[in-house]
Nanobody, 128 residues
Framework: QVQLVESGGGLVQAGGSLRLSCTAS????????MGWFRQAPGKEREFVAA????????YYAASVKGRFSISRDNAKNTVYLQMNSLKPEDTAVYLC?????????????????????WGQGTQVTVSS
């Protein structure tokens, strides 16, 4: 069983920064790509960013590209999301997830259904 625990959320003013962390249990963390998603009240879960198992490949949603940066430390079983130049529309619960990696030859995915384990999420609120 894999457990993912997010931390680092909070309240920040527009233009500010936050760094989210997601720590995974188990020894297989380094074998899987990981992703960050977000969900605002009344909206569908939305892809934010993903990173390959080695950390040498990343993929971002257009809405966050150039402002957010995903990284990982396999020695610490942790994936990070550095969020800069935050906007009120970034307000959401942010969740990390493990990519099941089935049938895509290592290509990163922005589909919710591609991910098999999810954390509980951490709230990010950006005030205007």
């Amino acid at each position: 069983q894999v457990q993912l625990v997010e931390s680092g959320g909070g309240l920040v003013q527009a233009g500010g920064s936050l760094r989210l962390s997601c720590t995974a249990s188990g020894r297989t963390f380094r074998s899987y790509a990981m992703g960050w998603f977000r969900q605002a009240p009344g909206k569908e879960r939305e892809f934010v960013a993903a990173i390959t198992w080695s950390g040498d490949g990343t993929y971002y949603a257009a809405s966050v590209k150039g402002r957010f940066s995903i990284s990982r430390d396999n020695a610490k079983n942790t994936v990070y999301l550095q969020m800069n130049s935050l906007k009120p529309e970034d307000t959401a619960v942010y969740l990390c997830a493990r990519d099941a990696g089935l049938g895509r030859g290592g290509a990163l995915s922005d589909y919710v259904a591609s991910y098999d384990y999810w954390g509980q999420g951490t709230q990010v609120t950006v005030s205007s």
